[in-house]
């Protein structure tokens, strides 16, 4: 079996281990990150009006078909968003395209605790015996763990980059470290690899006596975590000197689906009086981080979400007509498609960060606080645990 998955951003560290964990006799083969020739196939075979991750993870599985992969894992879920039934439509558009050997699995996720994708892990292995599961729990204990290292190093990356003298050591030193998770396949050396991020992290050369915007960047998955299909825009941010702050990650979502995830519980309680059931994408949360990051001391935020995503569409308009009106927290919308133009985005991100620098001076000269100080109390009270190390790191 030669089995592989779409790409999402640095999480393909995490699945991969899933896999190869499971079952050594597994070949996973990666994706070539996502292009403009990928992007291309999947607009040329998709129905035009659906999600633009859609046509993207469908331009993947074409890169990883003609690189020899037979056996394909596409996430589902459940709910009134697309995504639930995005496995079904792109086999189907495969086996239409001459690709009628390949398997495509649904990895269900609606609620992990049903315990659902048990029976994928043992399609994928073909094993379901009960001496099956003593690897079953070893690769979901490697994935867990690597998902939650995924998202600390999105955390430093976020902090490091608004501090990096030398632009773009931030993303060397990014790049280097997932290479090294993905080469860490004991549970010592993962119990470890905190101090690894750290270490390689601090060796970043920090100008400390910046104080940067903190901007707040939320909005459907797979548009925040894929940098092609976002245009790398925390990239683009933190090196416009912006702190990049992103709760939403692999670790995050599966330990929503796991019921142990009470940050998100808290933006459901925040978002329940405008929207008071789950419509689907990331709606609820969209509008819970709004009005949490406003009320944390943020310079800005970001929503990026695909074109005609119904969920995310809805939460902007919530936040335009109503949301913004009670917090006045600055917020830019990126809604990205096939035809998204880099130049429109730098100018819209440029004039972005302007604004909430103009707006950041005038709050401060009215309150007659410092920059320094507003930074050390905007770090006081947010973040975490593992923030507060990389905060500490920069300032000694």
Not at 220 to 240: A, C, F, Q, T
Not at 251 to 256: G, N, P, Y
Not at 266 to 294: F, K, N, T
Not at 306 to 320: H, K
Request: include cysteine; hydrophobic fraction near 40%.
């Amino acid at each position: 079996m030669i089995l592989s998955f779409p790409n999402m951003g640095p999480n393909w560290v995490a699945f991969k281990t899933l896999f190869e964990a499971l079952d050594p006799s597994i070949k996973v083969i990666l994706p070539d990150p996502t292009n403009r020739e990928a992007i291309k196939v999947g607009v040329k075979y998709s129905p035009e009006f659906v999600c633009f991750p859609f046509k993207a993870t469908l331009g993947d599985f074409v890169n990883v078909i003609k690189k020899g992969a037979d056996t394909l894992v596409m996430a589902i879920d459940c709910g009134p968003c697309r995504f639930g039934f995005y496995h079904a439509v792109q086999e189907r558009l495969l086996h239409d395209m001459g690709y009628k050997n390949v398997r495509l699995i649904p990895l269900d996720q609606a609620d992990l605790l049903e315990f659902h994708w048990v029976k994928t892990l043992q399609e994928v292995s073909g094993k379901s015996g009960l001496f099956s599961y003593p690897k079953f729990v070893k690769a979901v204990i490697f994935f867990l763990k690597k998902a939650k290292l995924l998202q600390d190093i999105q955390t430093a990356e976020g902090l490091f980059r608004a501090y990096e003298r030398n632009q773009g050591d931030t993303t060397d030193v990014l790049n280097n470290i997932l290479i090294k998770l993905d080469q860490t396949n004991t549970l010592k050396e993962l119990r470890n690899f905190k101090k690894v991020i750290k270490e390689d992290f601090n060796k970043i050369d920090v100008d400390k006596t910046r104080t940067p915007l903190r901007v707040a960047i939320f909005g459907e998955i797979h548009i925040s975590l894929e940098p092609y299909v976002n245009v790398d825009i925390r990239r683009k941010l933190g090196e416009m000197g912006v702190e990049i702050h992103q709760n939403l990650s692999l670790w995050d979502w599966v330990s929503h689906k796991f019921h142990l995830n009470f940050h998100r519980r808290w933006l459901e309680h925040l978002s329940h009086p405008y929207v008071p059931m789950d419509i689907g994408g990331e709606c609820q949360w969209v509008l819970g981080e709004y009005i949490d990051r406003a009320k944390s001391g943020f310079s800005g935020a970001c929503h990026v979400y695909p074109f005609t995503c119904m969920p995310e569409v809805t939460a902007r308009t919530i936040i335009t007509n109503k949301l913004k009106k009670m917090y006045d927290l600055p917020i830019i919308f990126f809604s990205f498609d096939e035809n998204y133009s880099y130049e429109g985005m730098r100018t819209r991100l440029e004039a972005f960060v302007d604004l909430i620098e103009s707006r950041r001076k005038h709050k401060l000269g009215i309150e007659r606080i410092s920059y320094e100080e507003e930074k050390n109390n905007f770090y006081k009270s947010n973040g975490s645990h593992f923030f507060q190390e990389c905060i500490q790191l920069i300032q000694t």
